[in-house]
């Protein structure tokens, strides 16, 4: 058996080690691999791009919508 993986924790397969991260835990140390915490990071940044993305355009709309009752009530 080689000794050039680890098992990955995330993938619950192995991967050659220079792929992988060691972690600390509450319940002890664990490997994953960079592929798969660059993912979750990427959409962890993804989802809250898309939250600031959301959050402006619903800022606009309320705005463009503030505007509207304000001419209307003139
Ligand atoms: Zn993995």
Known sequence: ???DTIYCYHCQRRHPK???RKLETKTGTRWRCI???NAAKQSREA???YG???TEANKAEA???????LHAGR
């Open 63 to 69: 705005q463009s919508k503030a505007r509207i009752i």
């Open 35 to 37: 592929a798969s915490i």
């Open 18 to 20: 220079e792929e992988m």
């Open 47 to 49: 989802r809250e791009a």
């Open 1 to 3: 058996m080689s000794d």
């Open 52 to 54: 600031r993305q959301m």
